[in-house]
């Protein structure tokens, strides 16, 4: 049963067919009652048409018809939030599930302990948003391989990966090639691996900022980040910021970097000309 309270109203009445009612409509209705009363609706039929319209309306089913297949089916492929009200044993179906988070990857929120852990299911949610990794077992953000293939949709999927894979360094190639920001999750070791860097950097070179104080201080690697973005040279270090060739090098790709170049450098007619 479901109840809408109104304090300053009188009368109470029942609302018989809640799911015939469109939102609008339903207010309407509402309107006068101190309490209205939503009787759960048991007619298959009637649920069928409803949720073919709007898929929540779901929640006006009785319990029985909120455990049937081929009713919930339709209402989360309608609305994937629909899932919320369908039963413990169709929270935990496959079909059911994986339906609904293909309408919307936070239907993953409200899928049971099973279908958090199929894989199938996690990278269609991640492949909309990778915040769907908050909601995915424990034991598949432990995957190895999982996590490498959920990184090749997005480099940001580490960010909920578990701790120890940071330091695997396979999967953080992974990461990086496709994002090269994922860098930030790496851990303290990896942020100083010179083909790790390399690789973000060549994907994006403000990843720069991530790298170990000894890897900013690498000439090739800033070259490669500077080169994919001017201004990545601010995270270079002082010694790289007053390097003729790495300051040409990121004002030809963005000449506003000539603002994170070392005083020496400027006065070098020849680094401003070029």
């Known amino acids: 049963a479901f109840y809408f309270r109104f304090r300053c109203l009188s009368d109470t009445r029942a609302i018989q067919t809640p799911l015939q009612l469109g939102a609008f409509a339903l207010c309407q209705e509402m309107r006068g009652a101190e309490q209205v009363y939503v009787r759960p609706t048991s007619d298959r039929d009637t649920v ?19 455990g049937d297949k081929e009713v919930v089916l339709r209402a989360v492929k309608q609305d994937g939030s629909a899932l919320q009200y369908a039963n413990d044993s169709l929270r935990a179906d496959e079909e059911v599930v994986l339906e609904a988070v293909k309408q919307h990857w936070a239907a993953l929120v409200h899928a049971s302990d099973t279908p958090r852990a199929k894989k199938e299911i996690v990278l269609e949610a991640v492949k909309q948003n990778v915040r769907a990794l908050r909601y995915v077992s424990s034991s598949l953000r432990a995957d190895p391989a999982f996590v490498l293939e959920a990184v090749t949709q997005s480099g940001r999927t580490l960010q909920y990966a578990i701790e120890c894979l940071l330091e695997d360094k396979e999967t953080l190639l992974g990461a990086v090639k496709h994002n090269g920001l994922a860098l930030q999750y790496a851990s303290v070791s990896l942020r100083g691996e010179k083909q790790i860097v390399r690789e973000a950097v060549m994907q994006n070179g ?24 001017g201004t990545a040279l601010r995270h270079a270090a002082d010694t790289i910021r007053g390097d003729k060739e790495a300051v040409i090098a990121a004002m030809k790709e963005d000449f506003s970097a000539f603002h994170y170049a070392s005083d020496s450098c400027l006065a070098d007619k020849e680094a401003v000309i070029a």
């Open 206 to 229: 403000l990843a720069l900022e991530y790298a170990s104080t000894e890897i900013r201080a690498e000439r090739e690697i800033v070259l490669a980040a500077v080169k994919k973005c």
């Open 48 to 66: 069928l048409a409803a949720v073919r319209q709007c898929g929540s309306r779901l929640q006006y089913a009785s319990s029985g018809i909120r």
